[in-house]
């Protein structure tokens, strides 16, 4: 069965610098998330992506975060200057329509 | 703003008790509502869905929820849970406006002693 998958699985990271966390959809999924979840908080809503535009993006996701689909394949989330607060589990999902998304595994940012 | 609320955060039960996790959610209008679980180590899987029909559905691995628009509810149940159905369950809705955002609950814990 497909799946979604992301890379890395963990990625620990110095305060002010980049990280891009990278997301492999379903191969046929049309739309795309990221998702957060900060520890013993709610998974959260960051930012759905169509048509290679954004179509709708939370509070959280301000001028720091970018989302980017460079080659057909790879859905990437970029955060330019991390900040502590920025640690969490962000999940990446897909979906063929706006309903049934599918989750992968995380990638657990930690910022030091 | 729509919310989705979760009532049990952590649920203790032994192998084959019944279930029943409650969530509510605050959006009036059509809402299509579903149960995630995220077992040790994995990621979100989709146990069942509602969007519309019967207010009773059914999801995989004997899990069914009901949904009952006068109590804006969607209790998850499952009538003799496993050590297996340990994992963290999570309650969501799908936001008005054609964009897939989810709105999650807290999530519940649920540990299965065998």
């Known amino acids: 069965e497909p799946e979604v998958t992301q890379t890395p699985s963990h990625q620990v990271t110095q305060m002010g610098q980049e990280v891009i966390l990278r997301c492999v959809p379903i191969s046929n999924h049309l739309y795309f998330y990221w998702y957060r979840q900060i520890l013993g908080q709610k998974v959260e809503f960051l930012v759905s992506?169509?048509?290679?535009?954004?179509?709708?993006k939370s509070e959280i996701f301000d001028d720091q975060f970018s989302v980017e689909r460079p080659d057909g394949s790879n859905f990437t989330l970029k955060i330019r200057s991390t900040k502590l607060e920025d640690s969490a589990m962000y999940f990446c999902a897909s979906s063929v329509r706006t309903d049934t998304q599918y989750f992968g595994p995380g990638t657990r940012l930690t910022v030091l | 703003a729509q919310s989705v609320s979760q009532h049990n955060h952590h649920v203790i039960l032994s192998e084959a008790a019944s279930l029943e996790l409650g969530c509510n959610y605050s959006?009036?209008?059509?809402?299509?509502l579903f149960w995630y679980v995220q077992y040790p180590g994995q990621h979100l899987q989709l146990l069942l869905k509602y969007f519309s029909g019967d207010p009773l559905v059914k999801g995989i691995k004997g899990f069914e929820a009901e949904f009952i628009k006068s109590k804006f509810s969607f209790n998850l149940r499952k009538p003799s849970v496993q050590w297996s159905d340990t994992a963290e369950y999570f309650c969501?809705?799908?936001?008005?406006?054609?964009?897939?955002?989810?709105?999650f609950g807290q999530g519940t814990t649920l540990q299965v002693k065998p």
């Open positions: 992506f169509y048509n290679n535009e954004i179509s709708e």
């Open positions: 969501a809705a799908l936001s008005p406006g054609n964009t897939g955002k989810l709105i």
């Open positions: 959006y009036g209008g059509t809402v299509n």
